[in-house]
């Protein structure tokens, strides 16, 4: 193997073969603004034929590593998947990757995990339903371009891309409610300041002159305070015949109480979701529950974070419409139910 043949390729060497300058080269690796697509084709092409690795050290070095730390509560939830799938989708014309880290039982724990990825010098963090206070949100801004997705604190220090909780929540409560249900039960998670979702069930059901029906189990969010919250219900007089959770993996969770306790879905009791996850729509569940579509989500978070590292410091907020999607687990109460 000759001398030329062992020499590493540069971005000079991908420059000439495209026949474009190594500012050019550089703007495409970065995904940056000014390159028009035919110069953008011929330089993909020279790096895919020349076969051009930029090295992360010498990224780093110029200020670049093109990584983007992404942080989660957990693996567990079925929800999160579909963040990544779009955040991904958005990166696969760049060559930036992604980097998970989980942010552990508590807030404490995740601050050191968002440590964990500003020490590797990412370029850009996107922060899914962070548990840390916002001080320490727009501390972490001030030193990497973040994007927050879920919370509906606003900061003009971070991007923010949100559902509308309200309107989602209010969409599956009147849902519930038309179909004649009026013991609805809420499972939500235990946040200060975050139960967006629990205060609009309760403020349907008072507008339906429900109140006295209200009954609110604020757990997690998980399978497990799903199965906490629905465990109770069935002990009650008169037991609910509709159960709203606050998150698809809570409604799991709810059903596997309901079947320990031998209630039938929706026979004696009707659950809807949130977050329309793809075990939603298997038809052995057949879970009613809102769409926040998370792969919007994440191709939106996606492509802030780029405008951040590109250089934009004016915070944008980025709503998602939810709609929903009925399905078998809904369905009127029993007939001997007043």
Do not use: W
Request: glycine share 8%.
């Amino acid at each position: 193997m000759s001398t030329r043949q062992r020499r590493r390729v540069t971005i000079a060497d991908v420059a000439r073969q495209a026949g474009v300058s190594t500012t050019a080269v550089s703007k495409v690796l970065r995904s940056a603004y000014g390159v028009s697509p035919a110069t953008r084709d011929r330089v993909r092409a020279a790096i895919d034929e020349l076969g051009y690795r930029p090295r992360a050290a010498a990224r780093g070095m110029r200020g670049r590593t093109y990584t983007i730390g992404v942080l989660l509560p957990d693996l567990r939830n079925p929800f999160f998947p579909d963040i990544l799938d779009g955040l991904y989708e958005q990166l696969a014309a760049t060559d930036y990757q992604a980097i998970i880290v989980t942010g552990g039982p508590d807030a404490k724990a995740e601050s050191r995990a968002i440590d964990a990825l500003v020490d590797r010098q990412v370029d850009g963090l996107l922060m899914v339903a962070p548990r840390v206070a916002r001080a320490r949100l727009e501390e972490v801004a001030g030193q990497v371009p973040s994007v927050v997705l879920g919370l509906h604190e606003k900061s003009a220090r971070y991007d923010t891309v949100l559902d509308d909780d309200e309107v989602g929540a209010e969409l599956v409560v009147r849902h519930l409610i038309g179909l004649g249900h009026r013991r609805v039960a809420h499972i939500g998670r235990r946040a200060v300041g975050r139960e967006i979702r629990a205060a609009t069930y309760a403020r349907v059901m008072r507008e339906h002159g429900l109140e006295e029906e209200v009954a609110v189990a604020m757990t997690s969010c998980s399978e497990e305070g799903g199965h906490e919250g629905a465990r109770e219900l069935p002990a009650r007089s008169p037991c609910p015949t509709a159960i709203f959770a606050g998150a698809d993996q809570a409604a799991f969770g709810a059903l596997r109480a309901l079947h320990e306790a031998g209630l039938a879905v929706p026979a004696d009791v009707s659950p809807a979701g949130y977050d329309n996850t793809r075990l939603a729509a298997l038809s052995q569940i057949s879970l009613t529950s809102v769409d926040q579509d998370g792969a919007v989500m994440g191709r939106t978070a996606g492509r802030l974070l780029l405008e951040r590292v590109e250089g934009r410091t004016t915070a944008v907020r980025f709503l998602v419409t939810p709609a929903l999607v009925p399905r078998r687990s809904t369905a009127p109460p029993p007939d001997d139910v007043n």
